[in-house]
């Protein structure tokens, strides 16, 4: 079982970034935590980040084949990236939207997921926990 967990834009600045929405965890314990978690449910885990859309377009193509899940925070693209949204619809991979913070809770821009419809469903609210909650989520359709 294997999984690739992708980072959108600015998430490398988690730590430092609005620490009152984000929390001060850094992406790095977060990937620790995950790997951590990810040894303990027998998943095997690849974790990356990108600023630039075409990379993650791209790191979603090619997971095709390698992996049986994407668990994706795709941050800001998340409310703007139609080509995100293509890339995984293209390659049927199921995929687990997340989100730190609870977007449906913030400004009215971040309400609307335009990848959310080609995704398996959306965790979101739970900080840092919410990259865990769908290692979870993974582990136990594979039971
Ligand atoms: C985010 C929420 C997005 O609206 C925002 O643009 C981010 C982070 C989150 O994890 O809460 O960069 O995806």
């Known amino acids: 079982m294997r999984v690739l967990v992708l980072n959108g834009p600015n998430l490398n600045l988690l730590g430092t970034r609005k ?3 984000y929390g001060t965890t850094t992406l790095a314990d977060i990937e620790q935590m995950m790997r ?3 040894e303990e449910l ?3 885990m690849d974790f990356m980040q990108s600023n630039y859309e075409g990379e993650l377009v791209e ?3 090619k997971a ?3 992996y049986q899940y994407l668990i994706l925070n795709a941050a800001a693209y998340t409310h703007t990236s139609i080509a995100i949204r293509d890339a995984i619809e293209a390659v049927e991979l199921p995929t687990i939207e997340i989100h730190l913070s609870n977007i449906h809770a913030r400004e ?3 309400h ?5 419809p080609v995704c398996v469903g959306q965790i979101c609210g739970f900080g840092a926990k919410s990259y865990l909650l769908a ?3 993974v582990a136990e359709m594979e039971k």
């Open 59 to 61: 790191q979603i193509q």
């Open 42 to 44: 027998g998943i095997e």
């Open 36 to 38: 951590q978690r990810a």
């Open 108 to 110: 009215e821009f971040r």
């Open 19 to 21: 620490p009152e929405i």
């Open 64 to 66: 095709k084949g390698r």
């Open 135 to 137: 290692l979870h989520y």
């Open 112 to 116: 609307n997921s335009l990848i959310a």
